[in-house]
């Protein structure tokens, strides 16, 4: 089987980790400080399931409750990964607001996304429960996933489901 192009973006509020998932698993490293401004793609060959991908990962500047998303970010994806942290309750918020965004350009049931919470590393100063992020992304239909970028935990996973997500939803199957 030929290697698939695929192409996923991250989206969600600013200072969530997004950058760093992103660079711990292409770079398998944790940078503590990366240009939060910085828009850049970065490309993954990678296998899944047998499967294997020319992957590129568009890591967006992030966005907010008002934000309007530029319409790049709606062609040519095939997948959302969709991040808070779990420290942020505004991020949480804004996860929301991207995710509506989101479905009213592309359709709830067609658009591969996977929610993603990140900073699982901060015990003491978490203020979104495991359950509240589980049951988002229930009432989404949508895989959930805790992460840290800084312990390089369930990383490797999240691109791993967007993928089987991405290719689920070609084959017409439904997560219900
Ligand atoms: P972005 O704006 O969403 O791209 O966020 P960045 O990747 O730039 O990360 C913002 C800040 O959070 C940086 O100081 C990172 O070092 C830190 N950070 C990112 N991921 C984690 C994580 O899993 N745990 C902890 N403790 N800090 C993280
Ligand atoms: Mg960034």
Redesign the pocket.
């Known amino acids: 089987m030929p290697a698939k192009d695929r192409k996923i973006a991250f989206m969600?509020f600013?200072?969530?980790?997004?950058?760093?998932?992103i660079i711990q698993y292409v770079e398998n490293q944790?940078?503590?400080?990366?240009d939060?401004t910085i828009e850049n793609t970065f490309a993954k060959h990678t296998k899944v399931g047998g499967q294997e991908y020319n992957l590129l990962v568009v890591?967006t500047a992030?966005q907010d409750e008002y934000s309007v998303i530029p319409q790049s970010y709606f062609i040519n994806i095939n997948g959302y990964v969709l991040?808070y942290s779990v420290n942020s309750q505004k991020s949480f918020d804004v996860v929301k607001h991207v995710y509506n965004k989101i479905i009213d350009m592309k359709g709830r049931m067609t658009v591969p996304i996977v929610l993603v919470g990140?900073?699982k590393?901060?015990r003491i100063e978490r203020v979104i429960s495991e359950e509240e992020g589980k049951h988002l992304a229930e009432s989404w239909k949508v895989p959930f996933l805790e992460?840290?970028?800084?312990?390089n935990s369930s990383v490797k996973d999240i691109f791993d489901t967007v993928l089987n997500t991405i290719k689920q939803k070609e084959n017409g199957e439904t997560p219900e």
Request: hydrophobic residues 30%.
């Open positions: 969600g600013r200072s969530v980790g997004k950058s760093s998932l944790f940078v503590d400080s990366y939060p890591d992030g991040v990140n900073k590393d901060l992460a840290s970028a800084k312990e």
